[in-house]
């Protein structure tokens, strides 16, 4: 069973939601990815995702946006996301670990290098923005043969048959971006979202992720009744714009532990 499906058997088996966030790789500094990483489980994180900084993030609002361009000024790479993983791996093999990012720095280094590579580094699936379903069965084989999930979003706008798509070749959770437009925009229409979920879960079975607009512990707790897991990201992100280096490991880990709380509270 790979760390996803066990994570995910663990949370049903506890009547527990899961808690999935986003930091990118390298921001605010190089040297604080990993810290933060085990700052957030600290927190109670059960899935990290792990942003691969990329010059025209396509998904994303302008908090992931500026977060990816402090990244790149580091000169952060695929190779450099996954000696963080490796890193990470060395004091904490539990807890799972998705690459999210762009389908450029995989064509890159090809397919094969990709999954070998992840693989290696002991990260656990990826999320790939612009590799639609419908053109990446190759993809997702070789990363289902690497034991890797590979892990699709799915939006408001979503077709029957893209839904169909998605459950046939994705793997780990289904990612359900509960608004239309990019990270961190707007706010969530919790009863909207109850009722694509519950048109999702016709055509996939594996558990599904919501994310994109979830800010605080209230909205989190709306949602996490009919999701299996929420996701956070650019809340994160502006946790560390707003924090001294040196005290940002403190504060993603408090602001994730209120998360936590919010989503086990009785």
Do not use: W
Not at 63 to 69: F, K, M, T
Not at 106 to 132: N, T
Not at 204 to 209: D, E
């Amino acid at each position: 069973m790979s760390r996803i499906a066990a994570t995910f058997a663990a949370l049903k088996s506890a009547h527990k939601t899961g808690l999935v966030t986003f930091i990118t790789a390298g921001d605010p500094a190089p040297e604080l990815t990993v810290p933060l990483m085990h700052a957030m489980v600290a927190g109670g994180a059960d899935i990290l995702e792990l942003g691969v900084p990329f010059s025209d993030p396509m998904a994303e609002g302008p908090v992931i946006q500026r977060a990816c361009e402090r990244a790149l000024k580091f000169h952060i790479g695929l190779k450099d996301v996954f000696e963080f993983v490796r890193q990470f791996r060395l004091t904490d093999n539990t807890t799972p670990v998705v690459l999210m990012g762009y389908a450029n720095p995989i064509e890159r280094i090809g397919i094969k290098g990709f999954v070998d590579a992840a693989s290696s580094a002991g990260a656990d699936g990826a999320i790939v923005v612009d590799y639609p379903p419908e053109e990446c069965e190759e993809f997702a084989a070789a990363m289902r043969a690497a034991d890797l999930d590979l892990i699709f979003l799915l939006a408001p706008t979503s077709t029957p048959e893209r839904i169909a798509q998605v459950a046939r070749v994705g793997g780990g959770f289904s990612y359900y971006v509960s608004l239309k437009g990019v990270t961190g925009a707007g706010t969530i229409d919790t009863a909207d979202v109850a009722r694509r979920v519950a048109a999702i879960r016709e055509h996939v079975k594996l558990p599904i992720g919501v994310g994109f607009g979830i800010r605080d512990g209230a909205t989190a707790r709306a949602v996490a009744q009919v999701a299996d897991a929420v996701v956070i990201g650019s809340r994160i992100i502006q946790e560390l714009e707003n924090t001294p280096p040196e005290h940002a490991c403190a504060a993603v880990q408090a602001f994730v532990s209120g998360i936590r709380e919010a989503l086990d509270a009785p």
